[in-house]
């Protein structure tokens, strides 16, 4: 927990990007939300980050706006990393 905060005021101070096995991502305060954008490894496009669940399979979509998006589902390479990202900041309540 105490690593975690000094990540996210990190960001907040500096508005820099970080790197989690080889995804850029970085916290932006949207009204008063938190998103996660990550730079997407599959079109390289930034967007945000969400959660998407269909029936009780874990995914990540990364919204990049207009109505497009990128899915990534659990077998594929890259859930590992954003899983990894979505949960080191939804972890912590803002
Ligand atoms: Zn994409």
């Given at each position: 927990?105490m690593v975690l905060?000094e990540?996210?005021?990190?960001?907040?101070?500096f508005?820099g990007?970080?790197?989690?096995g080889?995804?850029?991502?970085k916290?932006v305060?949207?009204?008063?939300?938190?998103q996660i954008?990550v730079?997407?490894?599959?079109?390289?496009k930034?967007?945000?980050?969400?959660?998407?669940?269909?029936?009780?399979?874990v995914?990540?979509?990364v919204?990049?706006?207009?109505?497009t998006g990128c899915?990534?589902?659990?077998?594929?390479?890259?859930?590992?990393?954003?899983?990894?990202?979505?949960?080191?900041?939804?972890g912590?309540r803002f």
């Amino acid at each position: 927990m105490m690593v975690l905060s000094e990540i996210i005021r990190c960001e907040e101070d500096f508005n820099g990007w970080r790197e989690t096995g080889g995804i850029k991502w970085k916290l932006v305060k949207a009204n008063r939300n938190w998103q996660i954008q990550v730079i997407c490894p599959r079109c390289g496009k930034m967007g945000n980050l969400i959660r998407a669940n269909s029936r009780n399979r874990v995914g990540y979509r990364v919204l990049h706006g207009g109505g497009t998006g990128c899915h990534f589902g659990w077998t594929q390479e890259e859930f590992d990393t954003l899983d990894a990202i979505y949960r080191s900041v939804r972890g912590r309540r803002f």
